[in-house]
């Protein structure tokens, strides 16, 4: 076994590098709308660009464990995969906002966290590349966190209209639960947005772009691990209401098990951790 540190940024540079060729090889919707004929451990149908993503990522941590390096991984499409075993786990969605990949749309991104423990709050490194805007985000615990090479101020603050969070990202889009928590929306946030890409709208919160997030139903661990740590790192708070404890969320487990609540400020997260989840 390596005594050596893995070079996790390199290994997710590398594969956000290789996505971005095969995402160019494939631009028009007909391209990147196409299945593999599976659906991956999340749930959903696979894309051949999801596939050709995660495929990327492996390759590398193929290499790793040919070094001699241990660790486990989770992958939306192919689960809990062994290296080795050991106490390293590296949490991975291939491609966030796989519907705005497919469809043409801006924000979709490689996602990556490594963790030296089985919850939210063991995670040591995040990395998302969002492909839209070609930006990376880089988090390391008790290091701060990055934005194309510049940190991240976390003392920047939230900003409120009328006592109401200015901007608030949505996720789980569904109209039908909009509909249901549209009050208690509309009594904490000024004005909404939805990306379609969970990572990457934790990454706006983590830039003060936002000045939260809620979910509107349960997430799963692969959506979020890598950027819940760049809110932290970026001087934003995270919470997984229900968890046994605000960062006690599972990184094992594909199914979604807690929603999520991020916030620049203790009290933006008090309230919009009131809102319900389904």
């Known amino acids: 076994m390596s005594s050596a540190t893995p070079d996790w940024l390199g290994v997710a540079r590398g594969a956000a590098a290789e996505l971005r060729a095969v ?10 709308a196409r299945e593999t004929g ?15 993503a995660e495929q990327a990522v492996f390759r590398r941590l193929e290499a790793l464990h040919a070094e001699g390096h241990a660790f486990s991984a989770i992958s939306e ?16 969605d291939p491609l966030d906002g796989s519907k705005n990949a497919k469809r043409g749309l801006p924000h979709h991104a490689l996602s990556m966290a490594v ?41 920047v603050p939230e900003r409120r209209t009328r006592g109401r969070l200015e901007l608030v990202g949505v996720e789980s889009a569904d109209p039908r639960w909009i509909r249901d928590v549209a009050d208690e929306l509309a009594e904490r946030a000024h004005r909404l947005r939805a990306l379609g890409a969970m990572a990457v709208t934790l990454c706006q919160v983590a830039a003060a772009r936002l000045d939260g997030l809620t979910t509107l139903q349960r997430c799963r661990a692969v959506d979020v691990a890598a950027a819940q740590l760049i809110v932290r790192e970026g001087g934003g708070l995270v919470a ?4 046994p404890s605000p960062l006690g969320a599972p990184l094992d487990v594909m199914e979604p098990v807690y929603g999520l609540v991020a916030a620049r400020s203790p009290e933006g997260l008090a309230e919009l951790a009131a809102i319900p989840r389904v």
């Open 23 to 32: 995402l160019a090889s494939r631009p028009s919707i007909e391209q990147r």
């Open 38 to 52: 599976t659906r991956g451990e999340g749930g959903d149908r696979t894309l051949e660009i999801d596939a050709a």
């Open 77 to 92: 499409e192919r689960g809990r995969v062994d290296f080795g075993g050991g106490g390293t786990l590296v949490v991975i």
């Open 115 to 155: 963790a030296d423990g089985p919850t939210m709050a063991d995670v040591v490194l995040g990395f998302v590349h969002d492909f839209g805007p070609a930006e990376e985000w880089v988090a390391h615990r008790g290091g701060g966190a990055f934005l194309d090479g510049e940190r991240l101020d976390p003392s």
């Open 240 to 243: 997984f209401p229900g968890a």
